[in-house]
């Protein structure tokens, strides 16, 4: 097909894809709250088809008609007005569904400004498969009509699903259908999806977690089993002469994998609780992402990397960005200085200071000769240390043990964001125990709700960050 006749084409399937979205309307409201009649039911799924099958021809023939209006800007045939106004055409498409969602949910309240930026940057960005995915992800974890289905499921795993109204019962079928997708990527499966407002990877930003490597860290985000990206200490510039050649300033270019892997939250909840379900939900959810904050921020800081995400520390330690202290097996008040004369200079601009808060304390109380304290600024609130900000980590070390033969890493100094990356991966699931068996074999009168989720974290980037060590011997 020419331009003309994609753009006519386009116009054709917008007209019928507005007439089946009227039809599953007036299904939809004729229902109310009863299950919809297999009659119903038949002519809904039929309607889904033709949707679907529109929807994707669309999507080729509108990607086929840009393409063409770029080559000819290309070779030099487009015009302005060659080129077609495509605010008018349909925003109902997939991607645009997905960004919709996210932006109703942040506007009711239910998505914080980081969580919905985290959300739609998956849909904007990646490869267009990935796009894609995400695209119909949002759409289905994030309708409230899923919400609501999975409340009821909540109060009742085994006959929840009973009480779902015909919106509540599509919502269901739409995120299975997309988890099945995922889990296509994944090889993991069961459980039910969370809805898009409760999700880990999104709702876990830097403003809604205590970690501070989230906060400093870069985060990415991914809906397969690892994220592939590409990094770099930086090119060289340089001043030359005339007629001179130019220096290589290639630079090293590191091809990170980061894995995600995978953890989970366990909270029982008593029968009375989980009646009130809509409720409920909310502070289930605040309970589950806390305890897996928590488990996050350790592995953050010092996991090994096998089975669990590696640890900043883990990935500095042993490194050329180790430095021993001056101090005696104890801290010194040179260290500070030491590790901020190492970092190169490119990384100084945005660094910064991170340590237990027991450390911060010890270096509260060093003093000058004359009496007066050496680092008064870190008794300020923000703190900061050498005018740059100190971070409380408080899986870090916070004692050092002169009996004892060990390494004591008590402190990072860094540009965190071009040193270390987290990954997280949407689609956290929770799996519903309907019945909690005590000692003896008997029941509680509890559910239990079980939350599993994936991420990963790795230093990719060493020379960007400097680790404190202070060894004693035994």
């Known amino acids: 097909m020419n331009k003309t006749e994609q753009q006519a084409r386009l116009t054709q399937i917008d007209t019928r894809l507005d007439d089946i979205d009227a039809q599953m309307i007036a299904i939809h409201d004729a229902a109310k709250d009863r299950s919809l009649t297999a009659t119903e039911q038949t002519r809904w799924d039929g309607l889904k088809v033709d949707r679907d099958t529109l929807g994707a021809e669309r999507n080729e023939v509108d990607t086929a008609l840009r393409n063409a209006i770029k080559l000819d800007v290309v070779n030099g045939a487009g015009r302005k007005a060659d080129v077609p106004n495509f605010q ?77 109204n015909a919106a509540e019962a599509e919502s269901y079928r739409q995120v299975a259908k997309v988890q099945a997708e995922m889990m296509s990527t994944t090889g993991a499966n069961g459980g039910f999806m969370i809805p898009l407002t409760l999700d880990p990877a999104i709702m876990l ?24 990206g590409v990094t770099s200490a930086g090119a060289t510039s340089e001043w030359k002469a005339e007629n001179a050649e130019a220096a290589d300033g290639s630079p090293t270019l590191g091809d990170p994998s980061i894995p995600v892997h995978l953890g989970d939250s366990f909270v029982p909840y008593s029968f009375e609780v989980g009646m009130d379900a809509e409720n409920f939900l909310s502070e289930l959810a605040i309970v589950l992402m806390d305890s897996a904050d928590n488990l996050m921020a350790d592995a953050y800081t010092t996991g090994t990397g096998s089975g669990q ?58 003093e000058t000769p004359n009496g007066a304290h050496e680092f008064p600024e870190l008794r300020e609130n923000p703190p900061s240390l050498l005018g740059k900000p100190f971070f409380e980590n408080s899986n870090m070390d916070s004692a050092i043990d002169p009996a004892a033969t060990a390494n004591n890493y008590m402190a990072i100094y ?22 909690m068996i005590g000692a003896n074999q008997r029941p509680t009168g509890e559910r239990g709700a079980l939350l599993w989720f994936r991420t990963g974290s790795k230093v990719v980037n060493v020379p960007a960050a400097r680790l404190l060590d202070i060894p004693t011997t035994a």
């Open 309 to 366: 995400p590696q640890g900043i520390v883990t990935g500095l330690a042993g490194t050329a960005s180790e430095i021993n202290g001056q101090g005696t097996e104890a801290l010194a008040a040179t260290d500070p200085f030491d590790l901020q004369n190492a970092l190169g200079a490119r990384f100084s601009a945005n660094a910064t200071f991170q340590g237990h808060i027991a450390t911060m304390n010890a270096y509260r109380r060093f």
């Open 205 to 228: 930003t830097n403003s809604g977690s205590n970690n501070p490597l989230r906060q400093l860290a870069t985060v990415k985000q991914t809906m397969t089993n690892a994220w592939q």
């Open 88 to 164: 008018h055409q349909r925003t109902n498409t997939e991607s645009d569904r997905g960004r919709r969602t996210i932006d109703n949910a942040h506007r009711e309240g239910a998505l914080p400004s980081n969580a919905a930026e985290k959300a739609t940057a998956l849909i904007d960005e990646g490869h267009p498969g990935a796009r894609g995915l995400a695209d119909r992800w949002a759409t289905a974890a994030g309708d409230p009509a899923y919400r609501g289905a999975f409340a009821k499921m909540l109060g009742d795993p085994d006959r929840g699903h009973l009480t779902w």
């Open 414 to 435: 860094g540009d965190i964001a071009r040193a270390f990356y987290i990954v997280d991966r949407v689609g956290a699931t929770m799996e519903m125990i309907p019945n």
